[in-house]
C-alpha cells in the first residue's frame, strides 16, 4: 500500500510540472507583449527626428535579447518562471543606452555624434579630462551633461547638438511591468495546474 501511494504521489508530481510547463509556455508571450507595449511607449518621449537614441532604433536588439531570455526552468524537483529585470536582462552591445534610458538620467544631456566628438577632443576645444570618462552610445554617439563648456563647442561649431530626449527624467518600469504581471498571477496559474493535474491523474488510474 505505501509503494502504491508513493508512486501516486511521484506521479502527481509529474503531472503538476507537465501542466506547469504547458503554462509557463503560454504565459511566455504574454510577458513580452507587456514588456514591448512599455518599450514602444518610449518613443513618443522623442519629439527630435534626428535622435540618435531613440528605442525605435534598437528595437530589434531589444526583441532579440528579450527572445533570447531564459524564462522557464526545469529542475529534477520544481518548474520555475524567470522575468527579465535590470540585473538579468542582456543590456550588452547597443542596448547599453536602453539600459541608460531604463535606469534614467538627472540634468540635461545632448547626443554628440563621433565625428564631433573627435573633432573637439583632437582641436582641443574642451580637455581630455572633460572627455574621460563620458559614454559611448552605440559606439558613435556621445551622451554628454549640457553645460556652459558644451554651449561654448557648439558656438564655436557653429550648431546646436540634438537634446537628448530623456533627459531629467526617472526610470521606466518597462521590465518591472513584466515582473508584476507574473506576480500578480503566479498563485493563480499554479492552482490551475495543480487542478488540472489532479484531473488528468485521476482519469489515468481509472483507465489503467
Sequence with gaps: MAESVVSVSKDLEKFIKDK????????????????????????????????????????????????????????????NLHVPDMDTFDFSGRLKIIQTIFEGVAGTYVEISNEDYMKIFTTGIISSDFIQGQESLRGSVFLVRYNDDIKNIESR???????????????????????????????QWVEESIED???SLSKSLKGA
Excluded: C
Design 20 to 79: 506547469l510547463f504547458i503554462k509557463f509556455n503560454s504565459i511566455v508571450p504574454k510577458i513580452k507583449d507587456i514588456i514591448m507595449t512599455g518599450y514602444d511607449e518610449l518613443s513618443n518621449l522623442v519629439n527630435d527626428p534626428q535622435s540618435k537614441t531613440n528605442p525605435t532604433l534598437f528595437r530589434d536588439d531589444f526583441v532579440n535579447s528579450l527572445d533570447s531570455f531564459f524564462y522557464i526552468e526545469d529542475t529534477k524537483d520544481t518548474m
Design 157 to 187: 561649431l557653429k550648431k546646436l547638438f540634438i537634446k537628448y530626449p530623456f533627459s531629467n527624467m526617472s526610470s521606466f518600469s518597462v521590465l518591472e511591468e513584466g515582473e508584476k504581471f507574473v506576480n500578480d498571477n503566479i498563485d
Design 197 to 199: 493535474a489532479t484531473k
